[in-house]
């Protein structure tokens, strides 16, 4: 029988949206509208490492001070990464979203020296536990869903980034 999670590892979703710094603001406005992402990590364009985030709220601030045309990712980013540990239960993670008044949570992962993110829960996720019937309905998400390996998923991502620069 397969059970409903209960810690941010069963229900957070490994792989995470990123995007280069120089990433024009407008172009970042589209891909999260597109994808539906509620916050894209900034990898620096030579190592790979986690910069910053930029969230919906990052996007819609640059936009209420006018402006926004010609700024990058960079320039909205904030740089403090919103984080959460795998082994929490789910409800302290929603916690720490309402305390930090923040809809997703990175699980960043250290290896030789490049700090990047891995996995992520987002208020989406959060949702979805909500309004699940069978656990099967999120089959998709947790540490066992069948993917690619982190890391693998990360070189992509940094790859795809470097080649927009």
């Not at 490492?49 to 930029?54: E, F, Y």
């Not at 980013?77 to 919103?82: A, D, S, V, W």
């Not at 030789?112 to 099967?136: C, F, K």
Request: hydrophobic share 40%; with cysteine; net charge negative.
């Amino acid at each position: 029988m397969t059970t409903t999670p209960t810690l941010v590892r069963d229900l957070m979703q490994v792989g995470v949206p990123t995007c280069a710094p120089e990433t024009p603001v407008v172009e970042l406005t589209r891909l999260m509208l597109e994808k539906g992402f509620e916050g894209v990590v900034v990898l620096d364009g030579e190592q790979g490492s986690a910069l910053g985030v930029v969230s919906q709220d990052d996007l819609v601030r640059a936009y209420a001070q006018g402006g926004y045309e010609g700024l990058t990712a960079t320039a909205v980013m904030q740089e403090n990464i919103p984080q959460v540990p795998p082994d929490i239960p789910l409800t302290a993670a929603a916690h720490i979203m309402q305390d930090q008044g923040v809809r997703v949570l990175y699980m960043m992962h250290h290896a030789g020296g490049i700090v990047y993110p891995a996995a992520m829960l987002t208020y989406h996720h959060l949702l979805r536990h909500l309004g699940v019937q069978d656990a099967s309905e999120l089959s998709d998400l947790g540490v066992r869903a069948a993917r690619k390996l982190p890391l693998e998923t990360f070189a992509r991502r940094r790859d795809e980034a470097r080649r927009q620069t």
